[in-house]
């Protein structure tokens, strides 16, 4: 796969050979924007048989525009509550999906005491974004796509028939 528009590079898809995971774990910065977004995604295109959560370095605040660019794609993440790896009542995850580098710090401490396979997907901040609330909201839209693109990838979903 090659570099999008940003210059992050998509992860490459998973061996034919390999075992789906059962569980994946999104994390970001503050679990209030990136990873919500990616745990909310994955639920959605995978309703069965995988276990979803997500959590941050640090708690943050809720985001209202993420909120808002998830409400356009019918995914509702307003009562998401922010929460720390250490908050996490099981921390047993066969993936992390790391999307920013304090949490790939993080995650990788991890894997000194657990068996887990970390995977590092560079992800812009669209909390940084300045401008018209049309900009701000564009960039927003732009990760979640983004995610929702990856994440396809990444656990081979197939759309349904209708």
């Not at 990616?38 to 997500?54: C, K, Q």
């Not at 993420?66 to 509550?81: L, Y």
């Amino acid at each position: 796969m090659g570099a999008g528009t940003d210059g992050a590079v998509a992860p490459p898809p998973a061996p034919a050979t390999a075992r789906p995971p059962r569980s994946v774990l999104f994390v970001c910065g503050m679990n209030s924007v990136r990873s919500p977004m990616g745990a909310a995604i994955t639920r959605r295109l995978f309703p069965r048989g995988l276990y979803v959560a997500s959590a941050g370095v640090r708690k943050g605040e809720p985001d209202m525009f993420a909120v808002s660019v998830m409400e356009e794609d019918g995914i509702d993440i307003s009562r998401h509550r922010s929460q720390t790896i250490e908050d996490l009542e099981d921390t047993n995850f066969d993936v992390v999906i790391t999307l920013a580098p304090e949490a790939h710090h993080r995650a990788l401490e991890l894997t000194r005491t657990m068996a887990v396979s970390v995977e590092y997907w560079p992800t812009a901040d669209p909390t940084l974004t300045s401008g018209t609330r049309e900009q701000i909201l564009d960039a927003y839209r732009a990760v979640r796509d983004q995610l929702a693109e990856r994440i396809k990838a990444r656990f081979g979903w197939m759309p349904t028939g209708s």
